[in-house]
């Protein structure tokens, strides 16, 4: 059974940075779509960046030119670095995979892998 296992949560103060990580067991993530999501509490799960199986990123507005999400695919990991971040991008963040579509965007429904999450606290 695939498994995603993300890594590199932790508490930050506002303006600071951090790189989650997505790794794989029993997958070649280089066939499949990834994505970044994330869970504030008491609030919705929403989509933060995705990266297609061509390379085509997507990212939601509020995190457009601070975020950046990669594919290693000899390491078979997933990255989202998160720069100047702020209170509001605290959340649980899970890691989201699709081996079926090729393009991906940014709904729950695109994706049937999750991982468990990691924390993001940010501080003010």
């Known amino acids: 059974q695939v498994q995603l296992v993300e890594s590199g949560g932790g508490s930050v103060q506002t303006g600071g940075s951090l790189r989650l990580s997505c790794s794989a067991t029993?997958?070649?993530?280089?066939?499949?779509?990834m994505a970044w999501f994330r869970q504030a509490p008491e609030k919705e799960r929403e989509g933060v960046a995705s990266?297609?199986?061509?390379?085509?990123?997507s990212y939601a507005d509020s995190v457009k030119g601070r975020f950046t999400i990669s594919k290693d695919n000899a390491k078979n990991i997933v990255y989202l670095e998160m720069n100047s971040l702020r209170p509001e991008d605290t959340g649980m963040y899970y890691c989201?995979?699709?081996?079926?579509?090729?393009?991906?965007?940014?709904?729950?429904?695109?994706?049937?892998?999750w991982g468990q999450g990691t924390q993001v606290t940010v501080s003010s």
């Open positions: 990266i297609g199986l061509l390379s085509r990123e």
């Open positions: 989201a995979a699709n081996g079926v579509r090729s393009r991906v965007g940014l709904q729950l429904g695109d994706f049937y892998l």
């Open positions: 029993r997958a070649n993530l280089r066939g499949y779509s």
